[in-house]
């Protein structure tokens, strides 16, 4: 084995990121390794570059134990890493981003005739004669850049390749560029670790596969000896218990808003979408198949470039977040670190944020009302804090994520979208979160929960809808819920698709 | 063509029109007379404007020169005045301090984590603070050796090249081979680029960031040496703003605030730019010298929104699927 | 109020020791006694003398919380100082003097709001223009002379006494308070430390980052626009080249001597009053206590960076938090916590 990791454990305060994970990766082997958001995935790769110190565990390149302490000694040993946003600089040449440290130099300047011919050898051999190495790389496309990133992880490293979800913004076109010059380099006798949530460029390029989920190794398998139905049972999974629907198929109310045809180009196809007074919409999918982006375009973060929103009254803004906020909707972001909370303000303002915020400047709400709102949540939600003015940057992940709830209730909206509302949050509050949505729906609020745990989504939702490619492919209702269909959905190819791999 | 090269071409358009203006209303501004006062007058800004270039392009700014400048004469002065040493020693000591005095606050803004802005600005009240405690007035220097470096060559048609003309022309020269043609300069740049990259790619942040500020504490003392054979003498006030001004022209020179792109030569031009502003209202005569700073902020505004206009365009082309 | 108070404290302590420090030197420095029906005394003189970087740091700070800067306000304090001199002169009366004076501020403040909201360009950019360009627009207005006048209405906001107390304290006094109030009466304040700490969240939660960054913009310009007039009408003409000359820096020094970050988020307006004192006071007890004037600005370079130290996420995470925790101000987050 060129690359071989044992037991490799990390923790972070509060979590648990990798538990005796191992990992194994041959010469003239493409390696893919999957897993959802927080499953472990990113931490494995930033122990193996260097970026964090292990906790415990063996990684050994080439029979020999290592242990990089940077990114740098990482490429020195052999380990190259390629990134989803390209790691170099764009504001300068494509010459000397490839020769970047390296650069051939006499009597101490560097010589820019034989950098650019350094330069164009490194390129040699990946198809892009047509880039004139002395153009800046801001002035290629993505793709190219993603490649001359490869071309200068291999030149430095040379043993190891690790490509950190590096088609997430290609086209079909450029991907299979890409996939060229990856199979290319695997002949030469590579390792390569390849990373995407693209199921079917797993199939198309890897030789074997590794599943991680919540910081553990689940399995490893020859790709040709899976298939999607059982990857997806791997990635998503929890146990699978048969998860027991909430409730038969609401009666439901009546139809609350209707959206017709809404997309936006380069993220979500465009779909038609019912929504129904006190229903539970789930939206179940890989990441980045369109779950969240489905979310941005109806709360006008992205807002839709086609088709129209309605309801009784007529047609809706949902130009930004704020129109859609007047609309009476509601959106708690995935990520509540960098879009939900504001760390340094208290409970209280962050409680209150919203509410002010559609309120207006000059109609502050008064304290004592700001005051019994917070203690109001602070009770509804068990929100664990020593009081309301404690700052929200100081509580923990389950408790910020009920403030950023707490800030949307107040709210009263007619329409709350819910992006993962219980990652990365203990046991009981997840429990409880599962019981407020509940209680919501029953009060006659909309609810779209978007999640990766296939048992919330059954246990919550009144249908699912599953989004993949960017599409919403299809949608079960009552009886239809469960984990079996919803994986079928999720796997299930299309010929268009089977063109793309 | 790059699109990085384009406010540099804006630069030397605007350059040249701005002569050809010039030479039409009045056609003795085309002599070598003209041609060697700019140089000699703009000898000192142009110099701590190279330094201010290479800080700019790695997306710092260092607000401290116009001080050192000032402390670098009064400096050069004091010593000449009160001690024997013969100039040239007291240059290297100069020099010495000035680029001591950058480095240090290179390891400060690098150290503490925070903005160049407010680093330099402690750096700027220290140097003016100094230049104060040797002395509150102008102090003339007569040293025999400053009539040798009050040196010129007369031009064909009457003009003087100065020595100090000379020494603004070679530190641009030096200038442009130490940010495009060194691996210093390529880390200046990666720098400028983004400071999370640069790091992934190799480079030494810490040690970097210290060497771009040194140089530049270095030109500026080279500046204040200039600017004391100018005006033959060091004053505690003098050069108040020169930062702004120095910032100005390598904005106009093409140099794109924010740091990763930029030419060390467009500096130059954008030196030479306002010096043809300043030239053009003294030759006119009817025109008040505010008209100086009035098109000198028109000509940022001017260079920030083409900036600005050529980045978005830059990220729209490449978001959009081909 | 204690939670206030202890915002309050480093700054108020800074502040007295730096008073009992003069004092010690020159004992007559707190004698206030009155004299042809007016306040005299150097105490006096640091209330008044300090009014035009105290009126800077009211906007700066609003600006500084938005994690923006305006290096222009020095430039604009000229540009109104010269317009209300030049509409006195031209005989247009106090009120539309005064007027006019105001507008233009505003207008400085609009022209660099767009430039950052609207246009999306760094503040320090942004602002760096009218800094440049702002004087030479002074200067056209006076015509490069200095625009004298005598007018007793006007040059009472600059020399005048109200209940025997110099008139640029009261301005400044009661511009800190009116402010004040404007931000914490109204949602203004909370609205502003949201989009300053994370604006995509505050975004989210439907902030309108857009509108409020240009209002703190135009508040800042304002109060450029109060000064220039003060320094004005006390000098009874408008100086283009000199009004504010780096006042710009002394009004930043004093918004950080005030504890908000320069990463913007938390703010006050009343430490930053304090700080505005604080340098002021340092400033006259230097001249007072024979000292040579130069120290001052090798104090003011000491103070920047023992802020800085004090404020570094890099130096001192724990002491920044707990610092944080305790005055409930903006201590920058360490970055690495921030992504993790």
């Given at each position: ?6 037991d ?17 990766l041959a ?13 472990g ?24 134990p ?5 990114t ?11 990134y ?17 440290g ?16 350094d ?6 051999g ?6 004139n190495?002395?153009r ?17 992880a ?24 890409l996939?060229k010059?990856?199979?290319?380099l ?11 949530h ?5 199939f198309?390029l ?9 910081g ?6 020859k ?21 027991e629907?909430?409730?038969a ?22 779909f ?8 539970v ?25 086609q ?15 704020r ?13 509540r ?11 209280r303002?962050?409680i209150?944020?919203?509410?002010q ?13 700001q005051?019994r ?8 939600l ?31 909206p ?8 219980t ?7 997840h429990?409880e979160?599962l019981k ?21 989504l ?24 469960d984990?079996d ?17 | ?13 605007i ?5 050809l ?7 003795a ?16 800004l142009g ?37 024997d ?14 680029t001591?005095?950058g ?37 003339p220097i ?8 009050d ?26 081979i ?19 990259t ?5 480079v ?20 204040g ?12 006030l ?34 030479l ?10 030759f ?12 000198i ?20 082309q ?5 | ?15 007295i ?11 007559s ?37 938005t994690?923006?800067i305006d290096?222009?306000?020095?430039a ?11 509409a006195?002169t ?16 505003v ?8 430039l ?26 006076t ?19 109200v ?14 308070i ?7 009466r ?10 300053g ?16 960054l240009i ?10 626009a109060i ?8 000098i ?48 006259t ?13 090798v ?28 005055r ?13």
């Open positions: 084995m060129l690359l071989t990791v044992r490799l454990t990390k923790t972070f305060p509060g979590t648990l990121a990798l538990d005796n994970v191992r990992l194994d010469a003239g082997e493409v390696h893919a390794l999957l897993g959802e958001n927080g499953a995935k990113s931490t494995l790769i930033k122990c193996l570059t260097g970026v964090h110190a292990r906790d415990s565990g063996h990684i050994e390149l080439d029979g020999q290592i242990s990089p302490t940077s740098h000694d990482a490429q020195e040993l052999g380990i190259g890493t390629v989803q946003e390209v790691n170099l600089l764009p504001n300068l040449t494509v010459a000397e981003n490839l020769t970047f390296r650069q051939p130099t006499r009597l101490g300047l560097v010589s820019g005739r034989r950098m650019r011919a330069a164009e050898e490194m390129l040699a990946y198809g892009l004669d047509q880039v190495v002395s800046e790389l801001g002035s290629y496309s993505v793709a190219v850049q993603q490649i001359v990133a490869i071309a200068r291999v030149a430095l490293s040379g043993k190891v390749l690790i490509l950190d979800e590096p088609t997430a913004s290609l086209d079909a076109r450029e991907t299979e560029t996939f010059v990856v199979r290319d695997r002949e030469r006798g590579l390792g390569i670790i390849f990373i995407s693209f199921l079917d460029q797993v198309s890897s030789d074997r596969l590794t599943v991680l989920r919540n553990r190794h689940i399995v490893t398998e790709t040709p000896e899976t298939n999607r139905v059982e990857l997806i049972h791997h990635m998503l999974g929890h146990e699978l218990v048969a998860a629907h909430r409730h198929a609401r009666k439901g109310g009546a139809n609350l808003l209707s959206f017709k045809g809404v997309g936006r180009r380069g993220k979500i196809e465009p038609d979408l019912d929504v129904r007074a006190g229903e919409i789930g939206l179940a999918g890989l990441l980045g198949s369109g779950r969240t982006e489905t979310a941005d375009v109806l709360f006008g973060r992205t807002p839709a470039d088709g129209e929103a309605t309801d009784d009254a007529g047609k809706l803004n949902l130009s930004t977040p129109t859609a906020i007047a609309e009476g909707f509601g959106y708690a972001p995935e990520d670190k960098t879009d939900g909370i504001v760390a340094d303000l208290s409970v303002e962050n209150a944020l919203a509410f915020a559609r309120r207006g400047w000059a109609n502050p709400i008064p304290q004592a009302e005051k709102l917070a203690e109001d949540y602070i009770r509804k068990d929100i664990r804090t020593s009081s309301a003015e404690k700052a929200v940057g100081d509580l923990s992940g389950g408790n910020q994520q009920k403030v950023v709830l707490a800030r949307w209730l107040a709210m009263n007619r329409f709350l979208i819910l992006d993962e509302p990652r990365g949050i203990d046991v009981g509050a429990a979160i407020l949505i509940g209680e919501l729906t029953d009060q006659g609020m909309s609810i779209l929960l978007i999640s990766s745990e296939f048992d919330e059954i246990a919550a939702s009144d249908r699912i809808i599953v989004v993949r490619d960017r599409h919403h492919v299809s949608q079960l209702v009552g009886e239809e819920i984990t269909r919803i994986i079928n959905a999720i796997a299930a190819r299309d010929d268009a698709e089977r063109a793309m791999s | 063509m790059n699109a990085r090269i384009l406010p540099l071409y804006a630069t030397i358009v350059f040249l029109i701005a002569y203006i010039c030479y039409i209303q009045f056609p501004m085309l002599s070598t007379r003209v041609v060697g006062n700019l140089l000699t007058d703009n000898a000192y110099i701590v404007a190279v330094g201010m270039t290479v800080v700019i392009l790695s997306g710092g700014i260092d607000l401290s020169v116009g001080s050192v400048i000032a402390f670098s004469g009064v400096f050069v002065a004091v010593m000449l005045r009160d001690t040493l013969h100039p040239l020693i007291v240059f290297a000591l100069l020099l010495g301090i000035t001591g005095f480095a240090a606050m290179g390891a400060l803004i690098h150290g503490l984590a925070m903005p160049a802005f407010i680093v330099t600005l402690a750096g700027m009240f220290l140097a003016r603070g100094a230049a104060y405690m040797l002395t509150i007035d102008s102090v007569d040293h025999a050796f400053y009539d040798v470096l040196a010129y060559y007369r031009m064909p048609g009457g003009g003087r090249l100065t020595l100090i003309g000379v020494v603004m022309l070679v530190t641009v020269f030096a200038g442009m130490i940010a495009h043609r060194t691996r210093f300069g390529t880390s200046v740049f990666a720098l400028g680029g983004g400071e999370h640069a790091r992934l790619m190799g030494s942040v810490g040690l970097t960031t210290v060497k771009i500020y040194a140089f530049s504490g270095f030109m500026a003392g080279l500046s040496i200039v600017f004391s054979v100018y005006t033959g003498s060091g004053y505690p003098a050069t108040v703003g020169t930062e702004l001004t120095a910032i100005a022209t390598v904005v106009i020179g093409g140099t794109i605030l924010t740091g990763g792109s930029g030419y060390v030569f467009g500096t130059l031009i954008g030196v730019t306002m010096g043809l502003i300043q030239t053009y209202i003294v006119d005569g009817s025109l008040s010298s505010w008209w100086t700073k009035i098109v902020g028109l000509l940022l505004l001017l260079f920030i929104l083409l900036q600005k206009g050529l980045l978005t365009l830059g990220q729209r490449r978001s959009s699927p081909t | 109020m204690t939670p206030r108070l202890r915002r309050l404290a480093p700054q108020l302590l800074t502040l020791a730096v008073i009992a420090l003069v004092t010690a030197y020159f004992p420095f707190l004698s206030v006694e009155l004299s042809d029906g007016r306040l005299v005394g150097s105490a006096i003189d640091v209330l008044k003398r300090g009014a035009p970087v105290a009126l800077l740091a009211v906007g700066m700070t609003l600006v500084i919380a994690r923006g290096l222009s306000v020095g604009v304090m000229a540009i109104c100082g010269a317009a209300s001199a030049w006195i031209s005989g247009y009366g106090l009120a539309p003097a005064l007027a006019i004076g105001l507008g233009a501020g207008l400085c403040g609009l022209w660099n709001g767009l950052v909201a609207v246009f999306g360009i760094q503040p320090i950019v942004a602002t760096l223009i009218l800094m440049v360009g702002g004087r030479g627009i002074a200067q056209m207005i015509e490069g002379r200095i625009l004298t006048f005598s007018h007793e209405g006007f040059a009472f906001f600059g020399a005048g006494n209940l025997a107390v110099p008139t640029p304290i009261v301005i400044w006094i009661c511009t800190g009116a402010f004040g109030l404007l931000v914490r109204t949602a203004l304040g909370l609205l502003i430390e949201s989009i700490i994370n604006r995509p969240a505050s975004a989210l939660a439907g902030v309108n980052a857009r509108v409020l209002a703190v913009y135009v508040a800042s310009g304002l109060c450029a000064a220039g007039i003060i320094v004005t009408a006390d009874r003409g408008a100086d283009a080249n000199n009004v504010g000359l780096w006042l710009e820096l002394d009004a930043i020094l004093a918004v950080v001597i005030g504890g908000t970050s320069l990463l913007g988020g938390r703010f006050s307006i009343a430490a930053s009053l304090l700080g505005a004192l604080i340098i002021q006071t340092i400033d007890g230097i001249l007072l206590a024979g000292f040579p004037s130069e120290f001052n600005l104090i003011k370079a000491g103070l920047v960076v023992v802020i800085l130290v004090l404020q570094s996420p890099k130096l001192s995470p724990q002491l920044s938090r707990r610092l944080k925790r305790a409930g101000t903006g201590a920058p987050r360490d970055p690495k916590e921030a992504t993790e």
